[in-house]
């Protein structure tokens, strides 16, 4: 009688595996030789499967760009972070929690920002998918910014808006990238922004 529920449980691991060799083939893939010269062929080839599993999973080459950012945005640890943010009544140790997560989840999902930022502009699909995962990031920020607005910690005359704009433009991707590129490792990556971020928003 407990056979079915297990070998249904059994599949959904199988598939599960599945889906994230397929993304994982797809980002290194991507990564290595550009979106526009990967086939779906090659990445069933590097992930072990058919192309026709591939098609049945995402779809499309956009469905797999699709995937990666639903994967690197739905982390759990994201939501630890934010619940430990609003059970926080401390705003530097805030923003700490703020920085180490963005830039954990950048760090781990570089490519993946990089294949984002690079072809935006040049694919409208693409570039809809970089949007809305600003989009998400920008109301993760803005939940942030409230937080500390709540606890009275904003600098004079700076509104949660306002303190949203400066998280998003020290702890957008792009600005770990570019300081990554730059030759900064990530915990001098972190010591300035954290600096940079308890400066504009609490005036300390």
């Not at 502009?121 to 409230?146: H, M, N, V, Y």
């Not at 600098?155 to 792009?174: F, I, K, M």
Request: charged share 20%; glycine share 8%; proline share 2%.
């Amino acid at each position: 009688m407990t056979s079915r529920p297990y070998r249904s449980a059994v599949r959904d691991q199988a598939a599960a595996a599945t889906r994230a060799a397929i993304l994982d083939a797809a980002e290194a893939l991507f990564a290595q030789d550009g979106y526009a010269r990967v086939t779906i062929g090659r990445i069933a080839q590097e992930a072990g499967v058919s192309p026709n599993t591939v098609y049945v999973a995402f779809g499309t080459k956009l469905g797999l760009v699709r995937g990666l950012t639903e994967r690197a945005s739905g982390e759990d640890s994201i939501q630890e972070t934010l619940a430990a943010i609003a059970g926080s009544d401390d705003a530097h140790e805030i923003i700490a929690l703020t920085l180490h997560s963005t830039g954990d989840v950048v760090h781990r999902h570089s490519r993946l920002m990089t294949l984002l930022i690079a072809n935006a502009s040049a694919d409208p699909e693409i570039g809809a998918t970089f949007q809305g995962t600003e989009r998400l990031l920008r109301e993760r920020f803005g939940l942030i910014a409230a937080r500390l607005q709540t606890l009275g910690a904003l600098r004079e005359g700076l509104g949660a808006e306002r303190a949203t704009d400066v998280l998003a433009y020290y702890l957008s991707p792009e600005s770990w990238l570019r300081l990554g590129a730059l030759g900064w490792d990530p915990e001098t990556c972190r010591a300035w922004l954290r600096e940079q971020v308890e400066f504009a928003l609490l005036g300390a």
